[in-house]
T-cell receptor, first 113, second 111 residues
Framework: GEDVEQSLFLSVREGDSSVINCTYTDSSSTYLYWYKQEPGAGLQLLTYIFSNMDMKQDQRLTVLLNKKDKHLSLRIADTQTGDSAIYFC?????????????FGKGTKLSVKP | EPEVTQTPSHQVTQMGQEVILRCVPISNHLYFYWYRQILGQKVEFLVSFYNNEISEKSEIFDDQFSVERPDGSNFTLKIRSTKLEDSAMYFCATGGQETQYFGPGTRLLVL
């Protein structure tokens, strides 16, 4: 079945760029997503990309999609301590009218001052 | 900014008891979902709901689970007879064509 894989941890210094990587298996996914989860909170939609795009930029966030390799990345420029959270990659399973999301295990980003 | 809300935020119940988890979707959204996250594991899809009926459901969503929109606004998940392994964070999500927005979750603990 479909699967989404992410590395579990990433540690960066404040002000550096963070790059969180994700691989997925379903080549028919139309949308791919990044969600952020802060401790004790729900899943906040950060950004998403349509599968016919290679890149999407939204302020400090840059999403890169390599459809051939089924690789998605999220770059956070000028990482701040407030960016410390778990980041989930998700692909949309497009079987029905509005497919459900398949999530990775999440990457815990720690930002050191 | 519109948000998905969920109640209660926490629920503790005894094994075998029924629980109902509630969600208020974003008002113009047509697609509704329940997901769960067992501690330390992935967020897993349970069920999707559109046009007052289930669109898809996962293997997890067995006969013990049901969903409904009793009054056309709230979206509920009922677990008829809870098991220990139902302990998890349950997330409601609602969506339009491209995106799904998640609520803050209900943490369910079954003792």
């Amino acid at each position: 079945g479909e699967d989404v894989e992410q590395s579990l941890f990433l540690s960066v210094r404040e002000g550096d760029s963070s790059v969180i990587n994700c691989t997925y298996t379903d080549s028919s996914s139309t949308y791919l997503y990044w969600y952020k989860q802060e401790p004790g909170a729900g899943l906040q939609l950060l950004t998403y990309i349509f599968s016919n795009m290679d890149m999407k930029q939204d302020q400090r966030l840059t999403v890169l999609l390599n459809k051939k390799d089924k690789h998605l990345s999220l770059r956070i420029a000028d990482t701040q301590t407030g960016d410390s959270a778990i980041y989930f990659c998700a692909e949309r399973e497009d079987g029905g009218s509005q497919g459900n999301l398949i999530f990775g295990k999440g990457t815990k980003l720690s930002v050191k001052p | 900014e519109p948000e998905v809300t969920q109640t209660p935020s926490h629920q503790v119940t005894q094994m075998g008891q029924e629980v109902i988890l509630r969600c208020v979707p974003i008002s113009n959204h047509l697609y509704f979902y329940w997901y769960r996250q067992i501690l330390g594991q992935k967020v897993e899809f349970l069920v999707s709901f559109y046009n007052n009926e289930i669109s898809e459901k996962s293997e997890i969503f067995d006969d013990q689970f049901s969903v409904e929109r009793p009054d056309g606004s709230n979206f509920t998940l009922k677990i008829r007879s809870t098991k220990l392994e139902d302990s998890a964070m349950y997330f409601c999500a609602t969506g339009g064509q491209e995106t799904q927005y998640f609520g803050p979750g209900t943490r369910l603990l079954v003792l």
